[in-house]
């Protein structure tokens, strides 16, 4: 069973910058593919980004492209999301997430096999 833990998360000023860590533990060996969803308020859990460990490939839903960068280290089992110029409308609990059972970049949850804790990260005007 692999296990995932965020951290990084915050307070920030709009047009400020914070950096997201997801550790990936137990089993990692089986991921093909992590990335960050993020759930805002009175809204529904919605695709960030994603990298896929084969092939290499990368994907960022419109809202952030430009702004947030995702990447890894695959020795330390670690995936990062560098968000900056950040916007109030970013508010929201940020997701790392890992697919296990097929290969391939997602973007909708339920594709998505394990999933982490959840950091909050808020963005005032």
């Known amino acids: 069973q692999v296990q995932l833990v965020e951290s990084g998360g915050g307070l920030v000023q709009a047009g400020g910058s914070l950096r997201l860590s997801c550790a990936a533990l137990r089993r990692t060996p089986s991921i093909t593919t992590m990335g960050w969803f993020r759930h805002a308020p009175g809204k529904e859990r919605v695709f960030v980004a994603a990298n896929s460990r084969i092939g290499l490939s990368t994907l960022y839903a419109d809202s952030v492209k430009g702004r947030f960068t995702i990447s890894g280290d695959s020795a330390k089992n670690i995936l990062y999301l560098q968000m900056n110029y950040l916007k109030p409308d970013d508010t929201a609990v940020y997701y790392c997430?890992?697919?296990?059972?097929?290969?391939?970049?997602?973007?909708?949850?339920?594709?998505?096999?394990?999933w982490g804790q959840g950091t909050q990260v808020t963005v005032s005007s």
């Open positions: 997430a890992a697919r296990a059972k097929i290969a391939g970049i997602s973007t909708i949850t339920s594709d998505y096999d394990y």
